[in-house]
């Protein structure tokens, strides 16, 4: 599953530092994560510009939501993960291909069980298909 | 502003799929209502696209699909910049209302345009992400005798010299969600001691300010260059 691709928005605040240790050694998915210094700053844009350019599944980790230092930035995010999610069932890649968690940042080994997580998922799931048509 | 509703994707890429050898497509946003109400502003133009090009793509019928926000499609000054976008174009899903649609595909007759939403109404937003309807256009206001409260789209039957019996505690007969217009009337007017103003009676209205005079036009010389 090496060529499999995951892209993850992690708000600087919290999953960011549990990211530090990157996934576990048996999980063999390629996890990409891109800095927010929010989760609240995810845009519905960024998560199909993702799959667009070859994620197969991807995650928006936030902080829990009533620990969010802006408020509402992780209510926001997932708002808009739900209609994003609507969007991709409505062109057949699947809503289920994007997942959002809620870490602590004092929770070290989250970001682990979030990577083995979207290796499951992708085993369940297999490639996007948007993949499997270019293939 | 016009408050319109993005249409299901499925049924825009429907109508691609309907045009013979269609392999560029533009989605056209439009920085007027639809920006405001959150439906097809560049934002919402990015997303379409996006979702075009996967929903194309997964469906085996991939297009080139580019964008382009401008100001308005209801003014000439704004359509004229689409032209640079335009080469090669075969269709154009327009994320304006139903008025920019029509002018775009007016200027440009040789190309396709395909409404990417459904206009809905003349609304505000009384909270963000809540549209409500407040005018329905009709040609001739009558907020001045109705204490600013339209009766003729905000109660279900129009009525000019109401209330009528299904104002129940406030609220209309027709749904519990709806306030009955004339007990909003009636409560603008007592809170400004103008409740006098109930007791005259509104002439028959004349629809033919409204659509029944067919499409409507305004001239102002005083404008035209």
Redesign the interface.
């Known amino acids: 599953m090496s060529d499999v691709k995951v892209v993850g928005f992690v708000c600087r605040m919290c999953a960011l530092i549990t990211s530090d240790l990157g996934p576990p050694a048996d999980v063999n998915v390629t996890i990409e994560t891109v800095e927010l210094p929010c989760a609240g700053k995810v845009?519905?844009?960024l998560l199909?510009?993702a799959?667009?350019k070859g994620a197969d599944a991807v995650f928006v980790a936030g902080c829990p939501e009533h620990e969010c230092m802006n408020v509402k930035g992780s209510s926001r995010a997932r708002k808009r993960l739900e209609h994003i999610k609507e969007?991709l069932d409505?062109?057949?890649?699947g809503g289920e291909r994007l997942v959002m968690y809620n870490v602590s940042g004092t929770h070290g080994p989250r970001f682990a069980q979030i990577a083995r997580d979207m290796a499951g998922l992708l085993e369940k799931l297999g490639p996007s298909?948007?993949k499997a048509?270019?293939a | 502003m016009i408050v319109a509703e993005i249409k299901p994707i499925e049924e825009i890429a429907d109508s691609i799929k309907a045009i013979k050898d269609a392999k560029k497509v533009l989605v056209a946003g439009c920085g007027g209502c639809v920006t405001v109400c959150l439906s097809g502003g560049q934002k919402e133009t990015d997303i379409m696209a996006s979702a075009l090009r996967m929903k194309m793509e997964v469906d085996g019928q991939p297009v080139q699909i580019e964008t382009a926000t401008y100001e308005r499609q209801c003014d000439p000054e704004y359509v004229v910049r689409f032209k640079e976008h335009l080469k090669d174009v075969d269709v154009v899903v327009s994320m304006a209302c139903g008025v920019g649609v029509q002018f775009m595909a007016e200027n440009y007759p040789e190309i396709i345009f395909v409404p990417g939403q459904n206009t809905k109404f003349a609304g505000a937003a009384v909270e963000h992400g809540i549209w409500e309807e407040r005018c329905m256009l009709c040609g001739e206001c009558v907020l001045a005798k109705t204490g600013g409260v339209c009766p003729i789209i905000r109660c279900s039957k129009s009525l000019l010299n109401g209330p009528c019996g299904g104002s129940q505690n406030g609220v209309c007969e027709v749904s519990k969600d709806t306030p009955c217009a004339w007990q909003l009337i009636y409560d603008r007017l007592k809170g400004q001691g103008r409740l006098d103003m109930m007791t005259e009676v509104l002439p028959a209205k004349d629809w033919s300010k409204n659509r029944d005079g067919g499409p409507r036009k305004i001239v102002r010389e005083d404008v035209r260059l």
């Open positions: 845009d519905g844009r199909l510009e799959f667009e969007i409505q062109v057949g890649v298909p948007l048509r270019k």
